[in-house]
């Protein structure tokens, strides 16, 4: 489904990603892990074409991406959660979600703001409330569903923990195994192992921009050396 | 009674043309982050357009709203070049180079519209059909300022239903708010920025087109809406719509009311205006605290050292053969290394502001200025001697730093540039208007240095001497404790409130003493010519600094020094050409295209680092972008 | 913890009573009440939007309480500018790092010990090297003395919170708020930046609050805990209370599927 081979990212003169690799296959959930600055999330923006690439390979679908701009990655149907959530503080709910919207695209399922608030029922109550009233957990609710309106193949969600309650991390838990219950694959990077270990198939550990160590979750979970080399569990 | 009521409605007539023009600065500035200065001179080549089309379409009432609004469309199409050519390039740039791209397109604008309309004022065309007058309570009014007043409130409505009923108008509201974001969810950008750089243009013009049958085409519209502008999207809140027009008629029925108590007094009754209600609300009428856009970004953040051994070898041979030079040269190129001196203290006092400071001014020629007519007054009408003027004269800079800054410094980021743009013009205006006192255009003459510092090498070395001791004492409070808070406000203004600095107060401080030093540059030229003139307040004086900064570089201290000679040779390898500004403009513009990371940082990059002319930094030359610590 | 236990017996340096803050017609914060003493570790946990940051803000003056006193060894804070209370000894880490990245670690911390002394308004004296010694001391006590003279952009994350640490310790402060200390760490990381600013707290008697998402540091590392929910206390107590309350499981804890040390995932 996705695979990337070699890639070398920067940002400005910095050298963040070297000789990054892995692969996505349809209806696994793959974890990127590592601590803060190892390069998750640069991962995720240099497959969407929002950091600079040098080197390697980005194939999605078995067609190379590398090098094209954000919005046609997007139109490929490569769904992308930010951290920090982004969502638009200015519109409503239902003015994010349509921000979102992409025409209907063979092999996946169209979703319609309807679908999202059956999937989220506190989006349904606030749909027309401006996103930045919305509490973190329902700022991270909203901005899946705003994804999920772009009736994505395979999604790439960056660190969707970070920062939230553990009530509602057990809420998005549930979301992320109902992705996966829909047959869209998800790239997921995250510091919390918890949260990792609950939804994951395989693992990748990243650190200073190398991949470390790549393996089933639940190899890497017996793997004390690996976690402490590289996580500082 | 029926007076008031008709003043009223001249009032919002005339807030509709200004209306247009600030809604489209702000929606621009919305979308792309790009304060387009090239919007004053989108809407004076409406006003052309506008005079052309309309004589060129006969008569007819239906010709000359056609006239105005391919006037309008063809104003968008000239957005379209600028945005397509220049902008689309610079978006990842530092603000600070797409601004200066801008005004490089506002001198090739004007020198274009010189050369095909003339110097004249063109006087605008009636609007046929509503050329006559109605009779409201008796008082006559003209029955075109009827249809001016209904095309502000249709368009603010059009506006409205274009944001919030089409699912472009959201899109480009989501844009707005993280433009990334939305390219992230499939949009192109790219159209998106376009469209509304058009459509902001395309409102800039029909603005300039709808005011000719009440004004005229003219070449200073270009500098005097666009302090306008500023004001009222600083006064009505940036990214308001609403705002825009409230304030557009605000300050429209302040001119149109201010003329009838006190004719001379209008911009000084704009002044308080904008200075209450900034105290009031500093974010504008209808502004929402900005999260984005808090700081004008000059480029990369880089350690800030002291000097190197191999500098201060380097400044020392400088100056020695800058003091040896009377004995080397000829007077011509005494008094063009004299100008060098004069320009290289303004442009290190701008340098402070934006390096140290972070504070970027696009109106720092007020206090070059205002040191200038400072010194030429007193001398003037106080016949104080030349020591004294000199003397006294970057503490009217000061003074005048002091009053402008004590507004400005409650913005940050680009509203901050904007207001001292507007300020800077107010002040333009009011040496221009004010012909009573300043003798208006034709300058004040006579003000010579004293007979022991007439001579041309001596006042070479008069001047040396000020420009080089002000130059030291600049480089000497960047690496003073206030020089350090300054930077610490610019850094991290979240961290520097938490150990106790006062911002605002630094920054007010750090503008008055820029002012002081701009001002005595001011003064040394004023001796140095004999004269002075309005331009030397003007908005584009306030260019040349800047631009002087940008050759020489942000990062490097010494940069206005190196700026300040490169601009003068520029300068007058351009000057001999009538069309000077346009090529100007151009050479402006394909600088910034070729060099998108700054000047003086490509230079310093590839000669600097050979030379050693800084302590060497070794790995600690870059800090990593911000974003990356979150990353 | 019993070190920590006599200390919770000490004078409380900060004192908050009747805190309440409404923005809009929304009530943010509702009468929090609630005391730090000296050498204390007290953690603020609750949902996102539960007012977390509206309280620390309202104690650092950024944003004035509409009802409610904060109390610093009796002195009323209310009213006053983040300066003065800056100045008065409260000092603040952020979530998000905030330092000064044209400048070094040293001066970093440099910049601090300036302030403290009113020397921002000197234009002519050097501030190249200015208070160093008290400055490296400073990093001396955060394990980044070796770092002293590096560029603070370049900096690694758990570093640049070391230094913020020294930054905020830098003005002797009696209260120290930290803001989500240790977000975006890795779990070895947050373990040593919690350990030393309790070490630092205890043995400067420092009174430290702190929010914090992490309960496996919260549960470990406070002498005690608060729980905030839409802006009022719902659960004060020790780490075994919390949680263990019914309340804060419900509103905020939940099955305790991702937290918790002694418990692996998918056991």
């Known amino acids: 489904m996705l695979e990337i081979r070699g890639i070398h990212s920067y940002y400005g003169q910095a050298h963040i990603l070297t000789d990054v690799s892995l692969t996505l296959s349809k209806g696994e959930i793959v974890v990127l892990l ?6 998750k999330s640069t991962t995720i923006k240099s497959i969407m074409g929002m950091v600079r690439v040098t080197e390697g390979s980005i194939a999605y679908d078995g067609e190379e991406v590398l090098g094209e701009p954000a919005n046609r990655i997007a139109r490929r149907g490569l769904g992308y959660v930010p951290e920090e959530r982004r969502i638009f503080t200015r519109l409503s709910v239902q003015e994010n979600l349509d921000c979102g919207r992409q025409p209907a695209r063979e ?73 996966k219950a829909q047959g869209i694959p998800v790239l997921l990077s995250e ?19 190398h991949i470390r160590y790549e393996g089933s979750m639940r190899e890497l979970e017996e793997n004390d050396e690996v976690r402490q080399q590289y996580l500082a569990v | 009674m029926g007076v008031y009521l008709a003043q009223f409605l001249s009032g919002l007539a005339s807030a509709s043309a200004l209306f247009l023009a600030a809604s489209g600065l702000s929606i621009i500035f919305g979308v792309t982050r790009v304060v387009n200065f090239a919007h004053g001179s989108f809407y004076m080549l409406g006003a052309y357009f506008g005079y052309s089309l309309v004589r060129n379409l006969g008569g007819g009432a239906l010709g000359f709203w056609v006239a105005l609004l391919i006037a309008s469309i063809a104003v968008g199409l000239v957005g379209l070049l600028v ?10 740039a530092p603000e600070l180079f797409q601004l200066i791209a801008t005004f490089g397109v506002i001198l090739v604008i004007q020198d274009v519209v010189f050369w095909y309309w003339g110097a004249e004022n063109l006087l605008g065309p009636r609007a046929p059909g509503l050329s006559g007058i109605v009779r409201i309570f008796d008082v006559p009014m003209p029955v075109y300022d009827l249809a001016l007043i209904a095309i502000g409130p249709l368009v603010l409505l059009g506006l409205w239903l274009l944001f919030n009923r089409t699912r472009w108008g959201v899109l480009v509201r989501a844009a ?28 800039a013009g029909l603005g300039g087109a709808i005011q000719l049958p009440k004004g005229d085409a003219n070449l200073l519209m270009d500098f005097g809406i666009l302090a306008e502008v500023f004001v009222v999207t600083v006064v009505g809140g940036m990214g308001s719509i609403f705002g825009a027009f409230l304030a557009a008629v605000l300050i429209s029925e302040l001119n149109t009311f201010g003329i009838l108590v006190w004719p001379n007094g209008t911009l000084v009754l704009m002044f308080i205006l904008m200075a209450v209600i900034l105290i009031v609300r500093p974010t504008g009428l209808l502004g929402r605290p900005e999260t984005i856009g808090q700081k004008t970004e000059t480029g990369p953040v880089e350690v800030v050292l002291p000097a190197g051994p191999h500098y201060k070898i380097f400044v020392a041979v400088v100056i020695a053969l800058l003091a040896l030079l009377p004995l080397l040269v000829d007077d011509f190129i005494l008094v063009l290394v004299t100008d060098i001196l004069v320009l290289a203290l303004f442009a290190t006092s701008l340098h402070f502001l934006m390096s140290t400071g972070g504070l970027v001014s696009f109106g720092h020629a007020a206090f070059y200025g205002g040191g200038a007519y400072a010194a030429a007054l007193l001398v003037t009408y106080a016949a104080t001697p030349f020591e004294l003027a000199l003397l006294l004269a970057p503490f009217g800079a000061g003074l005048l730093a002091l009053v402008i800054g004590w507004f400005c410094v409650r913005l940050s980021g680009v509203y901050f540039a904007m207001l001292t743009l507007a300020f800077a013009q107010v002040a333009w205006s009011v040496v221009f208007q004010w012909s009573d006192v300043t003798n208006g255009d034709d300058g004040l003459l006579g003000i010579w240095p004293a007979a022991w510092a007439s001579g041309t090498a001596t006042y070479y070395y008069v001047a040396f001497v000020v420009a080089a001791a002000g130059i030291f004492l600049i480089r000497r409070v960047v690496f003073a404790p206030f020089g350090y808070g300054l930077r610490a406000t610019r850094d991290s203004s979240l961290r520097a409130a938490a150990i106790g600095i006062d911002i605002k107060r630094q920054q007010l401080a750090a503008f008055v003493f820029a002012g002081v030093m701009a001002g005595l540059a001011g003064g040394l030229f004023a001796f140095s010519k004999g004269s002075v003139f309005p331009d030397e307040m003007s908005i584009p004086r306030s260019f040349d600094a800047l631009l002087m900064v940008l050759l020489g570089g942000i990062e490097s201290l010494s940069g206005p020094v190196v700026g300040a000679a490169a601009f003068t040779w520029l300068h007058d390898e351009l000057i001999t050409f009538e069309y000077w500004r346009l090529l100007l403009g151009v050479v402006i513009v394909a600088l910034v295209l070729l060099f998108p990371q700054g000047l003086g940082g490509a230079a310093r990059h590839h000669v600097g680092r050979y030379l050693k002319l800084e302590a060497s930094p070794g790995d600690l030359r870059s800090a990593t972008p911000k974003r990356e610590q979150r990353a | 913890m019993s070190f920590a236990e006599a200390r919770t017996a000490g004078s409380p340096a900060l004192s908050v009573s009747g805190l309440s803050k409404a923005f809009g017609g929304v009530q943010a914060v509702k009468d929090v009440d609630f005391q730090v003493a000296e050498g204390e570790l007290l953690a603020l946990i609750g949902p996102n939007g539960a007012g977390k940051s509206t309280c620390f803000n309202m104690l650092n003056g950024q944003i004035r309480p509409d009802r409610g006193s904060v109390k610093l060894s009796g002195e009323e804070l209310v009213g006053r500018s983040p300066a003065q209370i800056w100045r008065r000894g409260v000092g603040r880490t952020f979530q998000i790092t905030a330092t000064f990245p044209s400048m070094t670690v040293a001066e970093n911390v440099a910049m601090v010990l300036m302030s403290q002394a009113r020397e921002l308004f000197s234009f002519t004296r050097s501030a190249v090297n200015r208070h160093r010694a008290k400055a490296l001391q400073l990093l001396d006590m955060v394990g980044m003395a070796g770092q002293a003279d590096r560029p603070c952009g370049v900096l690694a994350y758990g570093d640049l919170k070391r230094v913020e640490l020294a930054v905020a310790l830098g003005n002797e402060p009696r209260v120290l708020l930290m803001d989500e200390p240790t977000a975006g760490m890795a779990p070895r990381e947050r373990v040593e930046l919690m350990g030393l600013a309790a070490r630092l707290a205890h043995e400067l008697d420092v009174a430290v609050l702190f929010t914090e998402h ?25 780490a075994e209370q919390i949680r263990s309350d019914p309340l804060v499981l419900k509103t905020y804890l939940g099955e305790g599927q991702v937290y918790g040390q002694d418990k692996k995932p998918k056991d």
């Not at chain 1, 590592?34 to 390069?39: L, S, T, W």
Request: glycine share 12%; hydrophobic share 45%; net charge negative.
């Open chain 3, 214 to 238: 992490d309960m496996d540091i919260v549960f470990s590392h406070a002498d005690r805990i608060i729980v905030l929910s839409r802006g009022e206390l719902i659960a004060e107590g020790d």
């Open chain 1, 107 to 179: 092999g996946t399922r169209n979703w319609t703001a309807d679908d999202m608030f059956d999937l989220f029922p506190n989006l349904a109550e606030a749909r027309h409330r401006p996103g930045g009233t919305l509490s973190g957990g329902e700022q991270q609710m909203l901005t899946i569903a705003r994804t999920l309106m772009g009736n994505p193949g395979c999604i790439l969600l960056d660190e969707p923990s970070e920062g939230l309650a553990p009530v509602v991390v057990e809420q998005i838990i549930k979301v992320v195994k109902e992705i």
């Open chain 2, 176 to 203: 707005t708010e993280d433009r990334e974001m939305v390219g992230a969810l499939g949009v192109n950008q790219s159209l998106l920025f376009t469209g509304v750089f058009v459509l902001g243009s395309a409102l």
């Open chain 1, 34 to 39: 590592g601590r803060n600055g190892a390069g």
């Open chain 1, 191 to 209: 510091q919390n192992l918890y949260f990792a270990g609950l939804v994951s198939d395989r693992a990748y550990v990243i650190e200073t921009g």
């Open chain 2, 83 to 92: 945005e397509v050519i220049i902008l689309r390039r610079l978006y990842k």
